[in-house]
């Protein structure tokens, strides 16, 4: 029994050190991004390498946790859901990742009218995964207040979304921006938009699981 | 040969290792909470330890079953009852070996022609159906609280797996100690005064034979555990219903609390000083109290609709095949053990109502009268002497079987040098002295015995208040049981 509770414990660190991840990556995108909007593009390069490194490590720990979970037949009761919960999770990490590596492939120029909103985009951006992170720390610790903070990432999801479109609306009616650096600044509001749109989507799934264990 | 005959006994025990097992941890194992091959050694290893430290303590199962009065028939009805188990367990239910062996004594009762008891028949057919239905209730209700306290104690959901673990193994460990300790009685019981084993010397230390004869119970217990409990353990923990692990808990405990209930003389006591209805003090089949549990814990979910009635069904068919099919299989069986094997399965019992019989009934406080004209009559077989007090009209069912209890015409010889084949922690020295005061004399009906035993002082003052008077009622039928004749 033992050997049950340290092996409990260890996948409880696991999940632990997964969900800091998010936390670092989230810190390192606003930071990267943030450099690169006052085109420090030394720091920010470094910035999109830490992301990266940070969702690749992700990765493989989540195929440890994965894999503990089913060999070791721990939290049987919730280990599909904590499975999901992680998958999901996953896909935010991701697309931090995403997000940076095309900033830093395409580097597309930001207009200065446009970097105050944009900078306003990444921090909610940002909030929104943050609070992500505290829900699902929630569903493991105190089942009670994962719907306060699943809350506060549906706030966040809803201001990224008036952002950017805002933001949007604006590049389209900037007469002095080239019509395909248009598309393109829209489709990188979208990109960071998406992040934000993961991070809802796990915590309607979070939110599921969670009735299930209430009920 | 008595060897040979042991294994009755010990199929018997295989079969209900395999069987009752998942009565314990089959809710575990289903929410895969246990681990199947720990819950097979915790389950193994508990039923040992409660044999050996709590099973000399079966009295009443020796008596239910010695009954039948040749080791004969004890062999061949354990036989029956151990091969209906085991083929009910190949064919996937879930059944119940009290079930079985009272089908099976039922079928001796029937083949030997002896009166059957029916009042304590009915008695175990009420609990069987009582037993269900409070268990059903309880589980409704400490799934309720229980739930409750899991959504709001916000804990860890890590710790509460462990300590849902933790519990799991205790409970289930607790529930296997104290079912080893019940049910030996059932394997061994019959075999106590044919014990084919002699004691055992190892260096100084002395190993009674009655010891081995336990332990070797025990053992064929834990191998069925081991080696046939899988399948049946799947079908409680899978197919009922899917288990959550506080659900699985709380059958466990609801299961541990029923059979206390059932079992249990202080909260008899307690219940009567409430003014509560009290329950009759018999064995119950686990198995049907994990069902009702079962039940109560999907109402409680709201999820009634989500049980698989199907297999419910076949298991409440079960609970009808299984004493059925073990009455008729025990009544055939005799009939070729004793016609085809020539072993005696069966001591015809006689009955004679001299007038110290009638003066004994007397002081019962039935009436006498109708008897008189009988004064002096022997009869061959039970049947006959209950069909002759049944046709003076005057007796009722209960008066009839006292009657005939006095009748009984039995061989009580008193050898002391036998008390060493039983556990003597039953008795205390001054007890023991006067019981070995009565050495070598002879007593024709057993109730002599029980008013030669009462006339020495230990004994007189002990049945003073109501506790002694049981213990003694315990102890006598034990003497009876060990002294008898037949059983030689």
Redesign the interface.
Known sequence: ?LS??KK??E??GKIDAYLDFFIEASLNFKEGLLMYLKNYCEKFEEKVKKVDELESRGDSLRREIENVIYME??????RGDVLGIIENADSVLNSMSQVMIEFDIQRPTIPESLKEPFELLIENTVFSVQEMVSAIRM??????EVRNHIKSVMHFEHECDEIGNEIKRKIFLDTTIEPCCKIQLSNFISMVQLVSDKAEDVCDRLSIYVIK??? | MNFILLAGGLILGWSLGANNTADIFGTAVGSKMVRLRTALIVASLSVILGALLQGSNTTKSIGELGKINAIGGAFTVCLATGLTVIWMTKAGFLVSITQALVGGIIGWTLFAGEILNVNSLVQILKAWIISPLIAFFLAFLLYKYFHRWQVRAKMNLFTMDYLFRLAFIILGAFAAFSFGANNIANIVGVYIFSNPFKNLYIGPIEISAFKILIFVGSLSIALGILTGSERVIKTVGERILKLTPLAGLVVVLTQAIVLLLFSSDVIRKLLLILHLPTLPLVPISSSQVVIGAMIGIGMARGAGRLINFGVLKDIVLAWIITPISAGILSFFMLFFTQNVFQLTVRHPIRYSLESSVIKEVGKLGIDTLPLKPLKGKIFQNTTNARNTLLSLGSYDKNQIYTILDHMRIDSIVVDSSKLQEINIKWFTSEELSEIKKLHGKVYIHAWEFKNELLKSNVFSEKVKNPDGEKEFRKQYDLLVLLFRKPYK
């Open positions: 029994m049950v509770w409990t414990k996948l409880e037949l721990l939290i049987p009761e919730s569903y493991f610790k105190n089942i009670q264990r209430i009920a």
